[in-house]
């Protein structure tokens, strides 16, 4: 079995997550060039497929073990992560198929091939610079044990015992802060004296939707709505046949968001807030940027994951969307981890999980759209082409 960046492949079934791709690998080309083509397009179309429909989902993707690779990260603005999965499986299998033919030394050139472009395009990025616009992300570090039991009050008591001393700062703080629609609720009025001093994102569930406002001079603004809500837990899908699943559901079902908004704050760039699991999904990044939001947020309560390995595969999905988009990335999360990505997927600052902290990042405005956000995932297509045409070659 071949390894490459963290990933092993061995040219059977047993490497794809699919049924399916172990089957039609019985019809690929024996030669090593169409063979490893044929693999890498046929695993590349499986993981398009299982990101679709209600039930879809992009996470897992072998494509995150590269999220440290900065220099073959750069292919995503024109691919987007499916580019980086046929990357791994093609390399993969041609390693595979040298070592059968007892090739070894081909197999440690490539190696050393990959890793120097890797390096050399790490080398030719332009050095991370320091943004202009001030963001200060909030990190209460609220346990989910006592998250779902406190009140409100206790929840504003720690929003401005943390903003004590701060003025005139945009505050972003994570999703759902307050567990009940907080226009209406005792703690309003404080709330609005304390946006006349910081404006303040702030996420909490309104009028049957998951949603984050913006509240600036005593007025809550509604910024954003969940589009893509989470299987079973925020939504049922297919209610017909996963009704017995109801169970499983948070506080309450939600219905979704119906657009991509952008917005400012006072002089601030245009940007977006995504909420949670959100960041895994390429297109809502995508619609954003297209909307005109010029640097990438998501605010997420992460107190669920007891376990860092989990933490940080959900931060690091901020590492491909910034290269997808050429955006920076800032994820504002309960427990951590909160932290900024720059537009080539580099992890700028990250503060300590578990704390109850303010950070202030200093974040870089973006225009202009990649050929990933112009086109999306136009490389499931190519693959189909590719698949077929590596079979057919290989029939002549």
Known sequence: MARCCGVSFDGSHRAAPFFGFGFLSHFAPRGTLLRSLYLASIY?????????????????????ALFRH???????????????????????????????????????????????LNATVEHLLPLPE????????????VSTSLKYFTSSE??????????????????????????????????????????????????????????VFLLENGEFK???SKVKLFPFVETLPYPKVFGVFSFLRGLSYYEP???FSVFKVRESPSFSVQICFESYFPEVSRNFVKNGSEFLVTVTNDGWFHYKVALINHFVQGVFRAAETRRQFLQVANTGITGLIDEYGRILRVLPSEERLLGLFHVKPRKGETFYVKFGDWFF???ILLSGLSWVLSKL
């Open 70 to 116: 900065t220099g073959l990260l750069q292919v995503v603005s024109v691919t987007g992560t499916l580019g980086l999965v046929f990357l791994i499986v093609f390399l993969n299998t041609v390693f595979y198929e040298l070592l059968k033919k007892r090739k070894a030394v081909f197999i440690f050139v490539l190696i050393a091939l990959v890793y120097i």
């Open 154 to 211: 206790n929840m504003l008591n720690i929003l401005e015992d943390m903003l004590k001393g701060k003025e005139d700062h945009v505050v972003i703080t994570p999703e759902a802060f307050f567990l009940e629609d907080v226009r209406y609720s005792s703690v309003s009025n404080s709330l609005k004296e304390i946006s006349r001093k910081n404006s303040i994102i702030l996420g909490f569930p309104a009028s049957g939707r998951n949603s």
């Open 381 to 383: 297509y190519f693959s």
């Open 44 to 64: 590349t179309m499986f993981e398009y497929i299982r990101g679709i429909g209600e039930l879809g989902f992009t996470g897992g993707r072998i494509s995150e």
């Open 222 to 224: 509604r910024v954003y």
């Open 130 to 141: 320091s943004g202009t616009f001030e963001v200060m992300a909030l990190q209460p570090n």
């Open 257 to 259: 968001g119906e657009e």
